[in-house]
């Protein structure tokens, strides 16, 4: 017999590598073995020797993985903030790539989200919304194309449109059909209307401006101007652009000699300055900060004011020159945090307020020619997101063959494009002017002679509408004006019918009867 292993011989092989049922595994180790082939497996030594070496090494990397612990922390930290990392990354649960609201707070809770994408998260829903946008409404009885919209101010079913030959229209397209129940008949070719803003305090008026070269407050409910508020009687010289201050009772006008003129909102003038060296194509006060305003100009200037200190054009407090005339300048509508510019070529800009500094150029084809009304992008009232009409140029980088001209979505704070929404009953059309509602869930458009106003239609809409189809497949619920056509009454059971149920119960009653008598015999 071999002699008995130590202690420390137990303690060297008391953790083998495989498990194995064999007794060799049991027996003392040996130096010098037959070289026989059961034998052979225990001629391993060196082998052992490298084991403990690899063990030491493996030891060694342990301590330096629990050193290096804390760095890759900060690593795993740095790369939460990576997109492509997180999109790419699988896990069980929901998946980092998912932008909805409730996965947003689930995630967030328990800490596998970044916090950077709750802007994604909040768009999803309106988003939503507004992908299933129809054409809900639609007026077309402008003899010219139209050229200014405006939402009334408390009631989120009217609105207020202006057109090329100085029409304006107060239009409740919920009760009034397709017929408004305001219009007040303009001028002609020389009347167009440029600016329309609705008064706050008394929202039955409204402030044009003209280039006929009048700024008016007409009186929208009974269709008649109120009172004249400016005028340059010159056909040289007109009113372009205009915004109210509600808290301040002021309104501030700007003409196409770049000089901008301040005035109570009864009319009263309280001073005139030259802010720019061309025409004033918009104006507009800060929602958030109510001293300052900003100016849009054909001389390619974006420029930032206060109105406390205004004395020459260079009394600015931010100016920024654009490669392109600015058709317009609009403060986002959920806290006024970002400011939207809109050129005449291809470039809307978005700014960061209150230091107004660049934060995102986007690239977005809307050229303008003589008889197009400007394009101009505008915000969404929920959250910061662009709308904006495509008008598709060849000279685009990205144009493509037959492209649509379609109402664009971007999302204001990364630049993205978020969808591009069109309808059959306007795909042709170039889409100059969008402006949403104050609930987010009415779009007024407006393209050449045409307005319309889109409503979202929900799937439970189109169950609704399939499950009312008649025998032919035609649906109850295709009428633009909203009258529903009445169902048909359902067939009334015929004579026929009657007779022919009656016959087989007499039938059934006489063969049993037939059988009980062949039973009994």
Known sequence: MGRPRSVKEKSSRQVPQEDSDSDDDFE????????????????????????????????KQKRADQKAKPVQEEKREEFFWNENILRNHEKRGVSYSSCHIVHYLRNVTQGTQPVFW???????????????????KTYLGFDRRATAL??????????????????IILWNYQADGNKPRTFIKGTGANGSIQALKFNTDNPNLAYTASINGNMECQDVTRGSCHKVFLSTGDCDHWYTSLDVSAPGKVIIVGDNKGYV??????????WTKRLHQQKVTHIEFCPRMQWCFVTASVDRS????????????????????????VNSAHFSRTDGGRLLTTDQHSEMRVYSCPSFTLSRTISHPHRQFQHLTPIKATWHPLRDIIVVGRYPDPAFPDYVDNEPRTVDFFDGATGKLLHQHMDRSCDNKIISLNL????????????????????????????????NLDSEGNSDDDDDDGN?????PRKKKTNTTATKKSKTLKETKVVRGMMKIDKKR
């Open 436 to 467: 949403f509602n104050q609930m987010g869930d009415a779009l007024l458009s407006s393209a050449a002679l045409l307005v319309w106003v889109w409503k979202p239609k929900f799937s439970c809409d189109a169950t609704k509408s399939s499950s």
């Open 150 to 167: 405006a939402w009334h101010p408390t009631n989120p079913n009217v609105v207020a449109v202006g057109s090329k030959g100085g029409d």
């Open 28 to 59: 003392p180790r040996k130096q010098f073995t037959s070289p026989s082939g059961s034998s052979r497996k225990k001629m391993l030594p060196k082998k052992k020797a490298n084991n403990n070496k690899e063990n030491l090494q493996k030891g």
């Open 302 to 325: 974006l420029k930032v004011w206060d109105i406390r200190n205004l004395k020459s054009r260079t009394s600015c407090l931010y100016s920024h020159m654009h490669e392109r005339p």
């Open 118 to 136: 709750q802007d994604q998260a909040l768009n999803t829903p309106v988003m939503h919304t507004n992908k299933r946008l129809r054409v809900h």
């Open 484 to 488: 529903d056509k009445p169902k048909r």
């Open 261 to 270: 003129n301040m005035l109570t909102q009864d009319g009263e003038k309280l």
